[in-house]
């Protein structure tokens, strides 16, 4: 069995677990996961775990 994880998903994962642990930091996570995507975005996007 194959399985393909995509690192955006996974990103939004994490930032929603960290929201619900550390409300403070909403800002801050907001504003990496927004970077991140835009990066991602802007070199293709393609990043596959494997």
């Known amino acids: 069995m194959n399985m393909h994880l995509s690192i955006g998903p996974l990103v939004a994962l994490i930032a929603g677990i960290l929201i619900l642990i550390?409300?403070?930091m909403l800002n801050y996570i907001v504003a990496l996961y927004l970077i991140i995507i835009g990066v991602m975005g802007l070199f293709g996007g393609n990043f596959n775990l494997r």
Do not use: G, K, N, S
Request: proline content about 33%.
């Open 22 to 24: 550390m409300p403070r």
